[in-house]
């Protein structure tokens, strides 16, 4: 998987967030998108992910050497933030045969053996909604890290864990990263520390004319 992003820019109303950015993205390599609260890490995110539109610019996307659609690229791709939720009303094993039947998980690993790889096999009955905010995280990153997708976003990935599952998602997202394009949206060491690459955001501000 490869994203270009050629001469980028995203406002809301008249507030231009970043602009002129061009990149490229490529599989194989980690990427971290860095930047102080509120500088466009998730909006930059949120944009390669389809879920957002840029102001002007292009952004594509290319796999295998072919061109996908952009109305086609979520097939590829995951994607885990704090404002994605998850579904409450669901057990966890009813949770994970939901999304296995959209997004089947790497490796054709089983729904079983990703709960024991979660350290969850003691709550696959429990409602999500009675899960700890920690545990909801996990569960989050479970299914984005292990489902089938050449394109892993991660947005303030280790939110509510405490220090064993930041070690866990360290541990989970380094084992899970060869052949896949990774980028993280964060300003915590802990979270990119694994990435190769680093983008600053606020390098694409627009100065304001004195
Ligand atoms: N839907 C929206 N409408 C208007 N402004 C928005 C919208 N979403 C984000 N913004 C603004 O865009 C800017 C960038 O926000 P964004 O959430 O992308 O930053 P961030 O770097 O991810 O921040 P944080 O580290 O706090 O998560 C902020 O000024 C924010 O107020």
Redesign the pocket.
Known sequence: MQVNLTDLGKR??YEW?FRKLTYTFESGTSYAIL?H???????LLTIIAGHNLASEGQLTYTLGGKSIPQDEVYRQLTLTAPYLELVEEFTLLEMLDFHTRFKPLRHSLSNAALIDRMGLQRSKNKFVKDFSSGMKQRLKLGLAIYSNSSLLLLD?PTTNLDQEGVAWYQEHVAQNKEGRLIIV?S?IQHEYSFCDEQLR?SDYHVVPRK
């Open positions: 809301y109303n967030i930047g609260n509120g500088s466009g890490k998730s909006t303030e949206g300003n955001i």
